[in-house]
Nanobody
């Protein structure tokens, strides 16, 4: 079992930056692919980014490429999402996810076994 706890959400103006963190505990964190999904009001949950267990491979949604960066620190059992040039359409609850298999950077919510409780990100115009 893997427990995930997100932090770092908040309110920011358009063009600003936030860094989300996800602290993992439980089973061997370093062997898991880690990622982020988000869900805006009235919309389906959507893929944001994922990173392989080693950090050597990443995959991003087209909507965030060039603005968001996912990284991990296996010594701290933590994965990060650095979000720059934020837009109002980035407003959502952001969820940390984990799975034992990276498989090229999975983009479907059903492919991830473990989820955090979510953290709210609000971008004002």
């Amino acid at each position: 079992q893997v427990q995930l706890v997100e932090s770092g959400g908040g309110l920011v103006q358009a063009g600003g930056s936030l860094r989300l963190s996800c602290a993992a505990s439980g089973r061997t964190f370093t062997t898991y692919a880690m990622g982020w999904f988000r869900q805006a009001p009235g919309k389906e949950r959507e893929f944001v980014a994922v990173i392989s267990w080693s950090g050597g491979s990443t995959n991003y949604a087209d909507s965030v490429k060039g603005r968001f960066t996912i990284s991990r620190d296996n010594a701290k059992n933590t994965v990060y999402l650095q979000m720059n040039s934020l837009k109002p359409e980035d407003t959502a609850v952001y969820y940390c996810v984990a799975d034992r298999r990276y498989l090229g950077g999975k983009t479907y919510a059903s492919q991830y076994d473990y989820w955090g409780q979510g953290t709210q990100v609000t971008v004002s115009s």
